[in-house]
């Protein structure tokens, strides 16, 4: 069975500091695609990034970085000198076995204070 | 500018009454979904479709029903088998299904009076 895991359900920061979102995986394809989005307090999910199992190098993206490990199964997500704009539930998914939809996390809502 | 659009932003619905919340995409993508999400969880797929006149059963559909009569649109109605509506709904659209990257219309939250 496929299974997405983040088990930070709540994370509570002061602006500047560094945070790490965690997402663990299950799979059995050898192949298979990982994203993370963010969804502001407005509701609209905003993709992030997506990352193939293929590559392995990790991402960095201005403030964002991800580390995908695949010997742990996981695509942790890091922001860097949080601020208050980065305030959001952050889902991680899997694409399923079948190729047509998305499997989610149950999110980790992000506050950061000034 | 190209995007997804979901109408109502609200919607209130009466029990025993059927309702269509409204997806429109201008990005040229050939798939779309629909989520469901409810507090503290994760997305739960209700309908996608490949294609235009093509739709398939996600792990939720029970009390849902679509259509996909033309590209840009695919609208979700929650009959009034669906029990437990009262939820936010996300449309989606990605140029192929799968693999490739949704992108998200901004939700319509769904009330039960």
């Known amino acids: 069975a496929q299974k997405v895991t983040q088990a930070q359900t709540e994370i509570s920061v002061v602006e500047k500091e560094d945070v790490t979102l965690d997402c663990v995986y299950e799979t059995r394809d050898t192949t298979y695609y990982l994203f993370w989005y963010k969804q502001p307090p407005s509701g609209e999910l905003v993709f992030l990034i997506r990352?193939?199992?293929?590559?392995?190098q990790n991402e960095i993206s201005g403030r964002y970085s991800w580390n995908f490990q695949k010997s742990t199964s996981s695509f942790n997500f890091t922001i860097t000198a949080s601020q208050v704009v980065d305030s959001a539930v952050y889902f991680c998914?899997?694409?399923?076995?079948?190729?047509?939809?998305?499997?989610f996390g149950k999110g980790t809502t992000l506050s950061v204070s000034s | 500018d190209g995007g997804i659009t979901q109408s109502p932003k609200y919607l209130f619905r009466k029990e025993g009454q059927n309702v269509t919340l409204s997806c429109e995409q201008n990005l040229n993508h050939d798939a779309m979904y629909w989520y469901r999400q409810d507090p503290g969880q994760g997305l739960r797929l209700i309908y996608y479709?490949?294609?235009?006149?093509?739709?398939q059963k996600g792990d939720i559909a029970e009390g849902y029903s679509v259509s996909r009569e033309k590209k840009e649109s695919f609208p979700l109605t929650v009959t009034s088998a669906q029990k437990n509506p009262t939820a936010f709904y996300l449309c989606a659209s990605s140029i192929s299904t799968g693999r490739e990257t949704q992108y998200f219309g901004p939700g319509t939250r769904l009330l039960v009076l």
């Open positions: 998914a899997l694409v399923n076995q079948a190729g047509t939809a998305l499997i």
């Open positions: 479709s490949q294609i235009v006149n093509d739709f």
């Open positions: 990352r193939n199992s293929f590559d392995e």
